[in-house]
């Protein structure tokens, strides 16, 4: 007799039913994600700025990426010890 053509004798006779298998750890985690609409969105949302961070640095220039301005990183000038904000304001008067 084979597998497939397994009876039970308890039965009467009747083939026995296919065997149930239970559902594996991936299965019920996948399943219970997929409830989860929130958990989805949230995929979707780190899933489309993993992207953006790949396709970016090879669609932008490096020169434009680069760019210093020379004047940046010179000394303040004595009028103001502290320098200034980028808006052009004494910062030792604002920290006062």
Do not use: K, Y
């Not at 597998?3 to 299965?27: D, I, K, M, Y």
């Amino acid at each position: 007799m084979a597998v497939s053509e397994a009876v039970n004798s308890r039965a009467g006779g009747l083939p026995l039913p296919p065997p149930v298998r239970s559902p594996t750890l991936s299965t019920f985690a996948w399943r219970r994600f997929d409830r989860d609409r929130l958990a989805i969105v949230g995929s979707v949302a780190l899933g489309a700025s993993v992207i953006v961070c790949v396709i970016v640095p090879l669609v932008v220039q490096q020169s434009a990426a680069n760019r210093v301005d020379p004047t940046r990183f010179r000394a303040p000038p004595p009028a103001h010890p502290f320098g200034n904000d980028g808006v052009g304001r004494d910062s030792m008067w604002r920290t006062i």
